[in-house]
């Protein structure tokens, strides 16, 4: 097999990144009540970008405050036509500043600029542009007789895998409802929520609409604790849903959660091979394996094993690792030395349990956190790499004999966030996908969103859901 090499294709565009961020708080920039600030790494080097606001209980509570008296003034009372001229202005400036945004979502995070350039901030404006357009169509979202109200204040916390993506799920439709904000981004990925920030500030919404305030977990529990937010939104850790719904128990706050997954894809004799295999691959590696619907149990039907096995044995190898602000990468950094290193215990518990390791064939660099295309074959149901959300580019394969043992294996997980299927019999994936217990299910594609598409999951990845009618449901409290 030729292995084409290609030239060097840096990205050009350039990140306007400060040396220090304050906290954006009632629509000023400030300085952190304690004065502290913390480090944010670029991933693909260890070099330090910037540093950043570490806020507290303090400016926690300013912050919601502020967001209280935005929505009691300004927000709740304003026409929601008029609430849909900011969204639609903060849409059209994440297009207008994309490739600058697209560096910085990279820079901060280690995902290849591509993914960023096409995936990441496009959606994100995507959601920004839907939600305008359902903010004066709210009732028609509503069952008859039914008035739509805001919850009031949102505390929105979002994970560091798709930092800016997940701050547009959340605060779009939060807006478009009419609530007031205050957003707690993941500590390792600051800057392109804090960009945001900077665009909700030049599209002039009232001040303490939308507040940011950057921290560790300790700012994010002081945010699930204040007595005045209304309503949380997380997305993270089944470990840290399960500790802000014991918190959040008995009281008033309304709850949306979306947390870790082990989806399961699984793939029929009868699929057509090409497309599938590039459906894993796909659903896998995309962002290094950061992705919490990620289909990272591949479940293939035992006659084509082999040939399954021999395909993308191949096919990894065709990736490329390395600098993510090479338009030619396919597999960039992760996220942060701490992620690696979980990845690296796991992966050598998949060897200690006797599964056997392919990977890609590939040159590491010598700074960064990096790790190869991988997967294992042999692996067990009782193999922790099958039971085990390992969040990094790491696929598990497993076999299934008939249809009704695939669901069985499929299903024999605590989680229920997503699934794949790959047949090329339309009823059979339809058969399949109504028995499998997974919030989103993919027939013959994998990591497709749209925004008006509603997604979630349930048993241990959670509950509630976001984007289409069903996201704007979750911010009403009719």
């Not at 560790?216 to 500790?243: M, P």
């Not at 990468?329 to 992620?339: F, M, P, R, V």
Request: proline share 5%.
């Amino acid at each position: 097999m030729t292995i084409f090499e290609y030239a060097p294709a840096p990205e050009t565009t350039r990140a306007n990144v400060r040396k220090e961020y304050g906290l954006f708080i009632d629509g000023k920039w400030m300085a952190p009540a304690s004065g502290r600030y913390f480090e944010t790494v670029n991933p693909a080097t260890e070099e330090v970008l910037a540093k950043v606001g570490h806020g507290d209980a303090t400016d926690v509570d300013r912050a919601v405050r502020a967001a209280r008296r935005a929505y009691e003034k300004y927000w709740r009372k304003m026409k929601p036509a008029e609430r849909a001229k900011y969204l639609y202005r903060i849409s059209r400036t994440l297009v207008e500043r994309s490739r600058e945004l697209a560096v910085l979502e990279t820079m901060d995070g280690g995902k290849p600029v591509k993914e960023s350039r096409d995936f990441d901030v496009p959606m994100s404006a995507a959601h920004f542009f839907y939600y305008a357009g359902w903010a004066d169509k709210l009732e028609y979202a509503m069952r008859a007789g039914e008035t739509p109200r805001p919850v009031g204040v949102a505390g929105q916390i979002v994970p560091w895998n798709f930092p800016l993506l997940m701050a547009a799920w959340k605060i779009a439709p939060a807006l478009a409802c009419g609530n007031t904000v205050v957003l707690k981004p993941a500590e390792t990925t600051p800057l392109t929520a804090l960009a945001l920030a900077q665009i909700i500030e030049e599209a002039d919404l009232p001040p303490g609409t939308v507040n940011v305030v950057t921290g560790d977990d300790t700012t994010g529990a002081a945010l699930v604790e204040h007595e005045e937010v209304d309503k949380i939104a997380f997305t993270g850790s089944t470990e840290v849903g399960k500790r802000i719904a014991r918190t959040t128990a008995g009281t008033r706050k309304r709850l949306t959660l979306e947390l870790g997954g082990k989806a399961a894809h699984i793939l029929f004799s009868d699929a057509p091979l090409d497309q599938a295999i590039e459906g894993v691959v796909n659903g896998i590696y995309f962002n290094q394996g950061h992705v919490c619907c990620a289909g990272s149990r591949l479940l293939v039907q035992e006659s084509i094993h082999d040939e399954v096995v021999v395909r993308l044995t191949e096919r990894i190898q065709t990736l490329r690792l390395g600098d993510p602000l090479d338009k030619n990468t396919d597999i960039g950094a992760i996220n942060s030395k701490s992620q690696r290193d979980k990845i690296l215990d796991l992966v050598r518990s998949g060897i200690d349990e006797g599964a056997t390791l392919v990977q890609q064939a590939c040159q590491i660099p010598e700074r960064g956190y990096y790790f190869p295309a991988s997967f294992f074959t042999g692996v067990q149901q009782s193999h922790r790499i099958a039971r085990e959300e390992i969040f990094g580019p790491v696929l598990s394969v497993l076999t299934f004999r008939t249809a009704d043992e695939a669901v069985e294996k499929a299903n024999n997980t605590p989680y229920g966030l997503s699934a794949g299927v790959w047949t090329d019999k339309g009823s059979k994936n339809m058969y399949i996908a109504q028995r499998l217990k997974a919030g989103v299910v993919w027939c013959n594609t994998f990591n497709l969103f749209d925004p008006s598409s509603p997604f979630g999951g349930y048993r241990e990845s959670g509950f509630g859901r976001e984007g289409g009618v069903h996201g704007l449901k979750e911010y009403l409290a009719c």
